[in-house]
């Protein structure tokens, strides 16, 4: 693994049906994020991690769930899907001190 | 309100060329980070340039300079010498609080999308 890996590449997920989102970073980055991206709206901030065993809130939060159980893995969870949660989902990460955010390759998520 | 406008949905630019994509922002935060992503069709976001508010320089990377207008809340990014392979999207951000270190969330513009012309 190099970087920021996250799965799966895309899915199609059936309304009501919970589905978890996997992100997995190599660089031992401290904080990490979770994105979606729709289309004229750019990237929206759904939850974010400072640290391991620490969670908050972004921009979009509702009917996500994140944990952080451990530095390497911040997996994004929908516990009932929506048709308006089909998006385009990023994981970023960020070393302590530094301003850049490295970005996973996206999921694509459909929810019909 | 919008914090980060992004006026041109598309544009274009014939190869060789320089052009200048425009980024407006808005904040009552003095300490402040900007940012430029670039997002080619594969969809990755590739990190560009980062200009902090209390930076005395305008940022440059290679072909990217970053044209901080700071009393004009504008961080237009300049690309010289367009390449082909720079045809994408592009997104600017930006980060408030530098000081409170808790806060290092990315508030993004709705891009523009460069088509670069042979």
């Known amino acids: 693994i190099a970087g920021i890996t996250q799965a799966p590449t895309s899915q199609i997920l059936a309304a009501g049906r919970r589905m978890t989102l996997r992100c997995t970073q190599d660089?031992?980055?401290?904080?990490m994020y979770w994105y979606r991206q729709d289309l004229g709206l750019g990237l929206r901030l759904i939850h974010y991690s400072n640290t391991a065993g620490t969670t908050g809130k972004g921009e979009v939060p509702d009917g996500y769930s994140v944990s952080r159980a451990n530095t390497d893995d911040f997996p994004l969870t929908l516990a009932s899907a929506v048709p308006s949660q089909t998006s385009v989902y990023f994981c970023?990460?960020?070393?302590?001190?530094?301003?850049?955010?490295?970005f996973g390759p996206g999921t694509r998520l459909t929810v019909l | 309100a919008q914090k980060i406008t992004q006026t041109q949905p598309g544009m274009f630019v014939q190869e060789k060329e320089a052009v200048t994509l425009d980024c407006t922002y808005d904040?009552?935060?003095?300490?402040?980070?900007l940012f430029w992503y670039k997002q080619p069709s594969s969809g990755e976001m590739i990190f560009l340039i980062y200009?902090?508010?209390?930076?005395?320089q305008n940022a440059t990377e290679g072909r990217y300079s970053l044209n901080f207008q700071k009393a004009r809340k504008s961080a237009n990014l300049v690309i010289s010498a367009s390449q082909l392979g720079d045809s994408a999207m592009y997104f600017c951000a930006m980060r408030e609080g530098l000081i409170r270190r808790s806060s290092y969330k990315l508030i993004f513009g709705s891009g523009t999308r460069l088509l670069v012309r042979p």
């Open positions: 200009q902090g508010s209390y930076d005395q």
């Open positions: 904040t009552s935060d003095p300490s402040y980070g």
């Open positions: 660089m031992r980055h401290n904080a």
């Open positions: 970023a990460s960020r070393r302590t001190g530094d301003n850049e955010q490295f």
